[in-house]
C-alpha cells in the first residue's frame, strides 16, 4: 500500500515537471534567440547562441521609444487597477449586504457579462468611443478598461465579502461611522487577499493586452508596449531578433511584479474568494 502511494507520487512529480518544462519551451526559444543577430536565428533557432548579441536590445530599445511606451503602459496599467478595484470592490460589497430581487438582478447580470467574448462587442464599443471622442485617449482607454474589468473583479469581491463578519459593521453603525467610513476604514482592509489577487492577474492582462490599444490608441506618442513591438514585423520582413528581444524587455517589469505578488493569488483564492 504504502509502495504504491509512493510511485503514485512519483508519477504525479514527473508528470508536473514535464508539463512545467513544456510551458518553458517558449521562454526557452525567445530568451536564446533575443540574443542572436537574424542571419542565426534562421539558421539555428534552437541551439544556445554563439556569442550573446546585445545589438537587437538596443536597437529594440532605440525604435520601439521603449521609455515612452513603458510610462503610457505603466499609466493605463496603474490607473485601470485602481479604477477596477475600487468600483468592484464596492459594488461587490453592496450587492453582498443587500440582499434582494434588484441585487439578485444586477448580480446575475455581472455574471453574463463575464461570458461574453470581447469580441462581440468590440466594434460597437469601438463606435461608441469614436462618438464620445475617448479614441487617442489614455483617460478614455482606462475608463473602458474599468468597465470590462469590474464584472469578474464584482463577482470575486462580491463573494468574499460573505466571509467578512456582520458584527464588525454593526459595531461601527453603532458608534456613528458613515457607510463609507465603514467601507474604507474597516471592510476595504479586509479583503486584502482578494485586492492582492486581482491586482496580479488584472495587472498582467492589462499590460499585455493588445487589441483593444490597437483600436483605440492609434497616435504613436501614446501607444503601449504590445504595441510598440508590433512595428517589428511587415508585410515583407519581420525583424525577429529586434522582436524578441523587446518581449524580453517587456517581460522583465511583469515578471517582477508577478514574483513579488505570486504568494498573494493563493491567499486570496484560498480564502473564500470563490465561495457564496
Known amino acids: 500500500m504504502i509502495a504504491a502511494e509512493s510511485t503514485s507520487r512519483i508519477v504525479r512529480f514527473v508528470l508536473v515537471i514535464l508539463l512545467a518544462l513544456l510551458f518553458m519551451v517558449p521562454i526557452y526559444f525567445t530568451l536564446i534567440n533575443s540574443f542572436k543577430p537574424l542571419g542565426e536565428i534562421v539558421t539555428s533557432y534552437t541551439r544556445l547562441p554563439e556569442s550573446f548579441y546585445l545589438g537587437n536590445f538596443v536597437k529594440a530599445w532605440q525604435r520601439s521609444h521603449f521609455p515612452r511606451a513603458f510610462f503610457n503602459s505603466l499609466t493605463i496599467t496603474v490607473f485601470s487597477l485602481i479604477g477596477i478595484i475600487v468600483l468592484s470592490s464596492m459594488a461587490g460589497y453592496m450587492l453582498s449586504r443587500t440582499p434582494g430581487r434588484l441585487s439578485s438582478l444586477l448580480f446575475l447580470v455581472i455574471i453574463f457579462t463575464i461570458l461574453v467574448p470581447f469580441h462581440a462587442y468590440m466594434i460597437p464599443l469601438t463606435v461608441m468611443m469614436t462618438r464620445l471622442r475617448m479614441i487617442n485617449s489614455i483617460p478614455g482607454i482606462v475608463i473602458v478598461y474599468w468597465?470590462?474589468?469590474?464584472?469578474?473583479?464584482?463577482?470575486?469581491?462580491?463573494?468574499?465579502?460573505?466571509?467578512?463578519?456582520?458584527?464588525?459593521?454593526?459595531s461601527a453603525l453603532m458608534d456613528g461611522a458613515s457607510i463609507f467610513q465603514i467601507f474604507f476604514r474597516i471592510v476595504f482592509p479586509l479583503l486584502k487577499p482578494i485586492t492582492s489577487t486581482l491586482a496580479v492577474l488584472d495587472g498582467l492582462w492589462l499590460w499585455n493586452d493588445f487589441l483593444l490599444p490597437l483600436l483605440v490608441l492609434q497616435k504613436r506618442s501614446i501607444q503601449t508596449i504590445p504595441l510598440s513591438q508590433?512595428?517589428?514585423?511587415?508585410?515583407?520582413?519581420?525583424?525577429?531578433?529586434?522582436?524578441?528581444?523587446?518581449?524580453?524587455?517587456?517581460?522583465?517589469p511583469v515578471v517582477l511584479f508577478y514574483l513579488f505578488m505570486q504568494r498573494s493569488i493563493v491567499s486570496g483564492i484560498t480564502s473564500g474568494a470563490l465561495k457564496g
Open 147 to 170: 468597465g470590462i474589468g469590474a464584472n469578474l473583479a464584482t463577482f470575486l469581491y462580491h463573494g468574499f465579502v460573505k466571509t467578512i463578519p456582520h458584527e464588525l459593521e454593526e
Open 230 to 252: 508590433f512595428i517589428f514585423f511587415g508585410e515583407y520582413q519581420s525583424e525577429w531578433g529586434l522582436a524578441l528581444s523587446g518581449l524580453v524587455l517587456a517581460m522583465i
